[in-house]
């Protein structure tokens, strides 16, 4: 009997150390995803991102969370790689659409030498007094919008965050 319960908990350590389709660990139920590792940023996945095209996204903040109204500044629009999409899944639990609280993002964010190269591919913007955003000129492909939206009335800062994708026309965006 012991035997086999110490071969029922070498297989429960075993499956926390369980692989994804593309390599990195997948976390246990209830912790947040690991950071990219370094082998999966990789310049030439990014390369497309920084190629001419006719795509446009015209986005809008109309964040309205616990009920009142929040403004964004700036908005970062990041392609969509194997990397950036674990990395999005690491910060955001998420690689589709996240409203998460600012705090909890900065308490998952690495800042390693992945992340700082990951800058010079992001493209950023402003918001207007509306609340309105856009990206010209970009190519076909996968995005990640970001911005923070800030409360006008206190409250908390949420981290907003959407995939879309681009296909030579315009694109609209609302983040709510």
């Given at each position: 009997?012991?035997?086999?319960?110490?071969v029922?908990?070498a297989?429960?350590?075993?499956?926390?150390?369980e692989?994804?389709p593309?390599g990195?660990?997948?976390?246990?139920?209830?912790?947040?995803?690991?950071?990219?590792p370094?082998?999966l940023f990789?310049d030439?996945?990014?390369?497309?991102?920084?190629?001419p095209?006719?795509?446009?996204?015209d986005?809008a903040?109309?964040?309205?969370g616990?009920?009142?109204?929040?403004?964004?500044?700036?908005?970062?629009?990041?392609?969509?790689?194997?990397?950036s999409?674990?990395?999005?899944?690491?910060?955001?639990?998420s690689?589709?659409?996240?409203?998460?609280?600012v705090?909890q993002?900065?308490?998952?964010?690495?800042?390693?030498?992945?992340?700082?190269?990951y800058?010079r591919?992001?493209r950023?913007?402003?918001?207007?007094?509306?609340?309105r955003f856009?990206f010209?000129?970009?190519?076909?492909?996968?995005w990640?919008?970001?911005?923070?939206?800030?409360p006008?009335?206190g409250?908390a800062?949420?981290?907003i965050?959407?995939?879309?994708?681009?296909?030579?026309?315009?694109?609209?965006?609302?983040?709510r």
């Amino acid at each position: 009997m012991k035997r086999i319960a110490s071969v029922v908990a070498a297989l429960v350590a075993l499956s926390a150390c369980e692989t994804g389709p593309a390599g990195p660990p997948i976390a246990p139920p209830g912790y947040p995803p690991p950071p990219p590792p370094a082998s999966l940023f990789r310049d030439q996945d990014f390369a497309w991102s920084t190629q001419p095209g006719t795509g446009r996204i015209d986005g809008a903040l109309a964040y309205g969370g616990n009920g009142g109204a929040y403004k964004c500044n700036d908005v970062i629009l990041a392609p969509e790689t194997p990397w950036s999409r674990a990395r999005m899944r690491a910060l955001y639990l998420s690689a589709t659409a996240a409203d998460v609280p600012v705090d909890q993002v900065r308490a998952r964010t690495n800042e390693d030498e992945q992340a700082r190269e990951y800058q010079r591919y992001a493209r950023r913007t402003q918001c207007d007094a509306a609340g309105r955003f856009v990206f010209e000129g970009l190519p076909e492909g996968g995005w990640f919008v970001i911005t923070v939206a800030t409360p006008a009335a206190g409250g908390a800062r949420m981290a907003i965050m959407r995939r879309l994708t681009t296909s030579g026309g315009p694109v609209r965006v609302v983040l709510r």
